[in-house]
T-cell receptor, first 113, second 112 residues
Framework: GAGVSQSPSNKVTEKGKDVELRCDPI?????LYWYRQSLGQGLEFLIY????????KSGLPSDRFSAERTGGSVSTLTIQRTQQEDSAVYLC???????????FGPGTRLLVL | QKEVEQNSGPLSVPEGAIASLNCTYS??????FFWYRQYSGKSPELIMS????GDKEDGRFTAQLNKASQYVSLLIRDSQPSDSATYLC????????????FGKGTKLSVKP
């Protein structure tokens, strides 16, 4: 079956612009996670959804970052007024529940010039 | 501070040898542990999960968990060049419903 998909695969933007990153989880997976991975670094947790609710937003690095999930499926991560330090790979993962195994999407590579 | 620690490596082993990857975690409440493999430029993929003390074997991979020592390891037998990747250890924190926290990964290189 289809895995986790993310779009766009690559995004180049100018400093100060807003960007939206999309994640389509595996069908039926109720939990959805966003992570950020900078070059040569580990995975940094950003936010977790159970259904459409986000009980844990503790990893969002600033109020420029927000995320939503609709219909218990697709999620969008929005970064407002992007900064160069936002450049990273943004990974989405989904799971049947918690703490079930998380399956990762291919990621969105964001470059802020 | 909840942490998962791994030696960044690189760990270099000859083809056919056993590769041993180690991980320690700080939260005694952690109950679920995972090893992910990440090839350069790719997203992480699950290799093993382990929840109970002891060993769990799956093909050439064996995960070992020692909750008393807060230690998780991954053994790869008969290492192949295709095993060359970064291996990420993850542990849940905050009880049974907690989030995963990932280590920074150990880079493994298997030399032909």
């Amino acid at each position: 079956g289809a895995g986790v998909s993310q779009s766009p695969s690559n995004k180049v933007t100018e400093k100060g612009k807003d960007v939206e990153l999309r994640c389509d989880p595996i069908s039926g997976h109720t939990a959805l996670y966003w992570y950020r991975q900078s070059l040569g670094q580990g995975l940094e947790f950003l936010i977790y959804f159970q259904g459409n609710s986000a009980p844990d937003k503790s990893g969002l690095p600033s109020d420029r970052f927000s995320a939503e999930r609709t219909g218990g499926s697709v999620s969008t991560l929005t970064i407002q007024r992007t900064q160069q330090e936002d450049s990273a790979v943004y990974l989405c993962a989904s799971s049947l529940g918690r703490p079930e195994t998380q399956y990762f999407g291919p990621g969105t590579r964001l470059l802020v010039l | 501070q909840k942490e998962v620690e791994q030696n960044s490596g690189p760990l270099s082993v000859p083809e056919g040898a056993i590769a041993s990857l180690n991980c320690t975690y700080s939260d005694r409440g952690s109950q679920s542990f995972f090893w992910y493999r990440q090839y350069s430029g790719k997203s992480p993929e699950l290799i093993m999960s382990i929840y109970s003390n002891g060993d769990k074997e799956d093909g050439r991979f064996t995960a070992q968990l020692n909750k008393a020592s807060q230690y998780v390891s991954l053994l790869i037998r008969d290492s192949q060049p295709s095993d060359s990747a970064t291996y990420l250890c993850a542990a849940n924190y905050g009880g049974s419903q907690g989030n995963l926290i990932f280590g920074k990964g150990t880079k493994l290189s298997v030399k032909p």
